[in-house]
């Protein structure tokens, strides 16, 4: 039986289709991507998030030489907002991108690993997280929730919990 999957998703061309508070906390993603530590790849991610309780958190990218040992910038906000705030759902994270060496002109979407960690914070808190994504410049991308990023996810349900 062939099934198919449909995935929503918004597309702006201009950041000023955005709310107020979207456009603010790109900026902060846009903020923290300035501060990554990218020497290797100088490919700058930032991330911002918008918790609940109205803080707002931020990540960027760490490398490091033995590169499987760096961090995104997503899984950087994530860990953080949950070590500062444990008990805080997050409400939107907004994820920015920009080269040293090349134009980043669209969306910079989260690599797997990243997928996995927000989607687990998604069902920690059983609330959707709204994901905005956009490059250096260009148009911008707006999910309604992580889960949208990797239908197919692994959760607590394939540990028999």
């Not at 991610?45 to 040992?69: F, H, R």
């Not at 805080?88 to 920009?98: G, L, R, S």
């Not at 927000?118 to 059983?126: C, F, K, L, V």
């Amino acid at each position: 039986m062939k099934k198919t999957i449909e995935i929503p998703y918004e597309e702006f061309s201009s950041l000023t289709e955005l709310s107020q508070q979207e456009q603010d906390l790109l900026a902060t993603a846009t903020e923290a991507a300035k501060n990554s530590y990218s020497p290797y790849s100088k490919f700058h991610v930032g991330a911002a998030l918008l918790l609940e309780n109205d803080e707002i958190i931020t990540g960027n990218n760490q490398e490091n030489a033995a590169y499987p040992t760096g961090l995104c910038a997503e899984r950087v906000a994530f860990f953080y907002s949950g070590a500062k705030f444990p008990n805080v759902p997050i409400k939107t994270v907004a994820i920015t991108a920009y080269s040293e060496e090349i134009s980043v002109n669209s969306p910079v979407p989260p690599c797997g690993d990243c997928r996995q960690a927000m989607i687990e914070y998604e069902e920690r808190y059983d609330k959707k997280i709204r994901v905005i994504m956009r490059g250096a410049s260009g148009k911008i991308i707006v999910f309604n929730q992580v889960s949208d990023l990797l239908p197919f996810h692994f959760d607590n349900s394939d540990l028999g919990m």
